[in-house]
């Protein structure tokens, strides 16, 4: 199956900081989405971008789906920011429908 | 984009028993995904439930450890079973939102096995 690869595993920021964090995929992608998962585990869907930029206020995200790779930037960071960042990749297959996970980005910000 | 309403929420449970985690959608879906998040890990899918079939499980995941039931388009059960301590995880159920929105996921179930 597809690899999902995100970098790097841990990020500690100061409050106010910009951050890019990563995410490779081995093979081609139907889509690609971006979760945030708060301290109570909730995931929060961040983007869903199988190509090409999107904004939303502090947060914005780029696939280039060609070179198997997406970016997402944290501009100004927050407390709230906090937690884990997650990417994840959706192909159809022969056995069926599947999102498949990297192993997250673990992002603190201090005050 | 669908909205996923899971209970319970976070539960604490005798190891030997059983816990059923049920996820209801807002509108019709054709397939749901359960998944599992061990501590500190990613997520993984346990199986995908289809309306009017038998579900079908990720490798590593059997039916007799987590039976699933899906009776209709909007809602859907996952059972774990005779638990031990390992089962200790947060489940999460997830639909398939349409062309532009993506995967959905519910709050997430918090099962801590003593």
């Known amino acids: 199956g597809i690899q999902v690869e995100q970098s790097p595993p841990d990020l500690i920021l100061q409050e106010g900081a910009n951050s890019t964090l990563r995410c490779n995929f081995s093979?081609?992608?139907?889509?690609l989405q971006w979760f945030h998962q708060n301290p109570w585990g909730q995931l929060i869907n961040l983007f869903y971008i199988p190509s090409g930029t999107k904004q939303n206020g502090r947060l914005s995200a780029t696939t280039v789906a060609t070179e198997r790779y997406s970016l997402l930037y944290i501009s100004s960071s927050q407390t709230t920011d906090s937690g884990v960042y997650f990417c994840a990749a959706h192909r159809e297959e022969t056995s069926g429908s599947r999102l498949t996970f990297g192993e997250g980005t673990q992002l603190t910000v201090n005050p | 984009s669908a909205v996923i309403s899971q209970k319970p929420s976070r539960d604490i449970c005798q190891r030997g028993t059983s816990l059923t985690i049920q996820c209801q959608v807002d509108?019709?879906?054709?397939?749901m995904f359960w998944y599992r998040q061990q501590p500190g890990q990613s997520l993984t899918l346990i199986a995908t439930?289809?309306?009017?079939?038998?579900?079908?499980?990720e490798s590593g995941f059997v039916i007799d450890k987590f039976p699933i039931s899906r009776p209709n388009l909007t809602f859907s059960t996952l059972t774990v079973s005779n638990m031990s301590p390992e089962d200790s995880s947060i489940y999460l159920c997830s639909v398939a939102g349409g062309l532009n929105y993506g995967y959905t996921f519910g709050s997430g179930t918090r099962l801590t096995v003593v």
């Open positions: 093979d081609s992608v139907n889509n």
């Open positions: 439930a289809n309306q009017g079939s038998e579900a079908t499980y």
């Open positions: 509108s019709q879906v054709t397939m």
